[in-house]
């Protein structure tokens, strides 16, 4: 992420192998924000 300017590197709290399950609106937003951006 440190090399590329369009990377963000996110860690969400409580979650493993399936974070779109394990907290499906964190990593909705995270999305959204993300495509915002881009």
Known sequence: ADLNNNIQYVEMANTAH?????????YLQKLQDFLEIN
């Open 18 to 26: 399936f974070p779109m399950l394990e907290d499906a609106p964190t």
